[in-house]
């Protein structure tokens, strides 16, 4: 599944650099872009903040690459892993200290739950799919330092993974087709500016980014921890 994926990102990444550079005014820009920015970002993509506006509707195409490459990262480091031998510890792990343990056991879901806050919110206040990713990474990193034993498990981690990044080249491609101007074109109502629904495509591309930048890195951590036993 992760070499389809691979297949396809970098298939419509060549699509849409050969589409991008047919349709490059070279020259002057007839207008100052981060004015245009500024000034129509919200109405434009319906969402509040003009920095979700401006990376997931005007520079969307930015976005997949910066995905791109933490999925390459983590299938590196993956590969690199995979090719050592491992040692386990003849006593096992080293018991957590009562504040880790502790910690692990209530924090878990209101991390978890405010991470996908940050991210289902990112077209309304500062955040977004990264941030809220590795807010729910973080989640599983409490988990391995507090809970010892407890890992993710492997299946369920790629099969979140694979839907993020599928979720966020479906919608892409939706764009391209359905709107017919570029990937990650907006081709849903922008609804109301200011509520939760609202923003066209942006609240899913932000969930798709979440769900994969966080089963992603907690699959890295859980490597790193199974690589250290």
């Given at each position: 599944m992760r070499v389809f994926l691979s297949l396809l990102a970098l298939a419509v990444i060549a699509l849409g650099i050969a589409m991008t550079l047919t349709d490059i005014p070279f020259g002057k820009p007839k207008a100052d872009i981060a004015t245009h920015y500024v000034e129509n970002g919200r109405e434009d993509t319906g969402a509040v903040n003009i920095i979700t506006s401006v990376v997931l509707g005007y520079r969307g195409f930015d976005t997949l690459g910066e995905v791109a490459v933490l999925f390459v990262a983590a299938m590196g480091l993956g590969a690199v892993l995979a090719t050592g031998t491992r040692t386990p510890k003849a006593n096992g792990w080293e018991p957590a200290s009562l504040v880790l343990y502790t910690g692990c056991r209530f924090?878990?879901?209101?991390?978890?739950?405010?991470?996908?806050?940050?991210?289902?919110?990112?077209?309304?206040?500062?955040?977004?799919?990264?941030?809220?990713?590795?807010?729910?990474?973080?989640?599983?990193?409490?988990?391995?330092?507090?809970?010892?034993?407890?890992?993710?498990?492997?299946?369920?981690?790629?099969?979140?993974?694979?839907?993020?990044?599928?979720?966020?080249?479906?919608?892409?491609?939706?764009?391209?087709?359905?709107?017919?101007?570029?990937?990650?074109?907006?081709?849903?109502?922008?609804?109301?500016?200011?509520?939760?629904?609202?923003?066209?495509?942006?609240?899913?591309?932000?969930?798709?980014?979440?769900?994969?930048?966080?089963?992603?890195?907690?699959?890295?951590?859980?490597?790193?921890?199974?690589?250290?036993?």
């Open positions: 924090l878990f879901p209101l991390i978890v739950l405010f991470g996908a806050y940050i991210f289902i919110h990112g077209h309304l206040t500062p955040g977004g799919g990264f941030q809220g990713g590795a807010i729910i990474a973080s989640a599983f990193l409490l988990t391995y330092l507090g809970c010892r034993g407890r890992r993710v498990h492997e299946a369920w981690s790629s099969a979140v993974e694979s839907l993020g990044g599928l979720t966020f080249v479906v919608l892409g491609l939706a764009g391209l087709t359905a709107a017919g101007h570029y990937f990650l074109s907006a081709f849903l109502p922008a609804g109301t500016l200011g509520q939760l629904f609202s923003g066209g495509i942006i609240p899913l591309i932000y969930i798709a980014i979440g769900l994969k930048v966080g089963s992603e890195l907690a699959g890295v951590i859980d490597r790193l921890v199974e690589e250290s036993q």
